[in-house]
Structures are given as structure tokens and as C-alpha cells.
Nanobody, 115 residues
Framework: QVQLVESGGALVQPGGSLRLSCAAS????????ISWYRQTPGKERSFVAI???????NYADSVKGRFSISRDNAKNTVSLQMNTLKPEDTAVYYC?????????WGQGTQVTVSS
């Protein structure tokens, strides 16, 4: 049974930083591609960042240079370091792993950027 649990969301002021974490069970993250997505009310989930099993990363243009995705194989977690946050980064953030053609999602964690 694959389970993903996100944590680290909070209310932060513009320009601030947050670090989100995605803890996994039932799947070895080091052997899979992990993605972060975000969603705001009334909109579809949008891609934020991805890290492959080989360690390659890619980011949405809107977060390049501000966000960084990384993986801790020993803890079986993937993190998303978010710097220089903007109000438009406000969303529920989800991690996702695809295993045997099935997408598994966490429950999400709320990030609110506001003064």
C-alpha cells in the first residue's frame, strides 16, 4: 500500500521561505520519479517540480530559481525548498509518485503567502 504524507505548509509573509516534506511508505522513492503539484480553488493541479530516480530535476517556469526539490533516500522523503515566496504561490501542495502506471497522491499541505 503506497502512502504519501505531505507536511510543512504554513502561513508565511511574501519573501519568506518554507520547506515542504513528502514522506512515503510502500514505495522506495529513490527508485521512482517524484513530483510536486499545487492547486488553488477552482483550478486544476499544476506541475511545480520533479525529481527522477537518477536525480535529474525540472521546475515550472514560475518557480525556477526560487524552489528546489531534493530527496533523502535514508528517510525515504522528498522535500521542496521554497524561497522568495510570492502571494501567487498560495495553494495546496501535493506530492505524487507513479508506481506501475498508477499515480499516488498525498492529502496535500496548505501554503499561504500573505502579509
Amino acid at each position: 500500500q503506497v502512502q504519501l504524507v505531505e507536511s510543512g505548509g504554513a502561513l508565511v509573509q511574501p519573501g519568506g521561505s518554507l520547506r515542504l516534506s513528502c514522506a512515503a511508505s510502500g514505495v522506495q522513492l529513490s527508485r521512482n520519479t517524484i513530483s510536486w503539484y499545487r492547486q488553488t480553488p477552482g483550478k486544476e493541479r499544476s506541475f511545480v517540480a520533479i525529481i527522477t530516480a537518477g536525480g535529474s530535476t525540472n521546475y515550472a517556469d514560475s518557480v525556477k530559481g526560487r524552489f528546489s526539490i531534493s530527496r533523502d533516500n535514508a528517510k525515504n522523503t522528498v522535500s521542496l525548498q521554497m524561497n522568495t515566496l510570492k502571494p501567487e504561490d498560495t495553494a495546496v501542495y501535493y506530492c505524487m509518485v507513479r508506481k506501475y502506471g498508477v499515480d499516488y497522491w498525498g492529502q496535500g499541505t496548505q501554503v499561504t503567502v500573505s502579509s
